[in-house]
């Protein structure tokens, strides 16, 4: 199966030993921003639908949590 490039990028933060888990943790909130940002975005325009913006935010949230970020607040409020 191909790596997607957002499954590349957490790859990439979460196996790094050059970074310490609260940089990682920093690291992907702000992808996790820009995803909110992409999001956010694609449903107040005529963009085409999804086009995995909603898995690309499951997968940030997944390795957030499973680095112990805690859960995150969801819904139309945290877009």
């Given amino acids: 199966m191909h790596e997607t490039t957002m499954q590349e990028k957490i790859r990439q933060i979460c196996s790094s030993a050059s970074l310490t888990k609260d940089r ?9 921003q820009e995803a ?4 956010r975005a694609a449903t107040e325009s005529p963009m085409a639908e999804d086009d995995g ?3 690309d935010l499951r997968l940030i949230e997944k390795a957030l949590l499973d680095l112990g970020a805690g ?7 945290t877009l």
Avoid: D, F, H, V
């Avoid at 909110?36 to 999001?39: F, G, H, K, M, P």
């Avoid at 859960?71 to 409020?77: D, I, N």
């Fill in 24 to 32: 990682k943790i920093k690291e992907l909130q702000t992808l996790e």
């Fill in 71 to 77: 859960e995150r607040e969801t819904g139309a409020a």
């Fill in 53 to 55: 913006w909603q898995n």
């Fill in 36 to 39: 909110r940002a992409i999001q």
